[in-house]
């Protein structure tokens, strides 16, 4: 986990801290992201559109939109993504899973929790 120190020179500063997913654990390249849409097992739920490429080895690669359909705010749409990526971090990276995974989030994302994702992803890939 690291950490950002935020504040001024002699100011008590405020300490966050935040993980994101290594680079080798997201899906960077449209390329990538293309061929995930277009090869993939399509999962959909309420909330979320799901697409999953089985590989032959290494980790878990993760890539997450959220349009401007789901709320026209950054803010929003920011908050959906990083709920979504908790539960797949909850829920997946426990296990040593080889597979490419694009997720984007549907208008009625930015009412689910972050438990509500987890659990959505524990019935899709039937993990408990």
């Known amino acids: 986990m690291s950490s950002l120190v935020v504040g ?3 100011a008590s500063a405020l300490q966050f801290s935040f993980h994101m997913f290594a ?4 899906l960077r390249s449209s ?3 293309e061929s995930v849409l277009k090869r993939g097992k399509r999962y959909s739920t309420v909330s979320l559109m799901i697409w999953v490429v089985e590989r032959q ?3 878990l690669r993760v890539s997450v939109m959220c349009s401007k359909k789901v709320d026209r705010r950054a803010v929003i749409r ?3 993504k990083r709920r979504v990526r908790e539960a797949i971090r ?3 990276a426990t296990h040593d899973l080889s597979l490419d995974i694009v997720v984007s989030a549907k208008p009625q994302a930015k009412e689910s ?6 659990g959505l992803f524990s019935n899709v890939f039937h993990i408990q």
Request: no cysteine; proline share 4%.
């Open 8 to 10: 001024k020179k002699g």
């Open 23 to 26: 680079r080798r654990e997201r």
């Open 31 to 33: 390329r990538d992201i």
């Open 57 to 59: 080895n290494g980790p």
């Open 78 to 80: 920011n908050k959906v």
């Open 90 to 92: 909850a829920v997946l």
């Open 113 to 118: 929790t972050t438990s509500d994702f987890r």
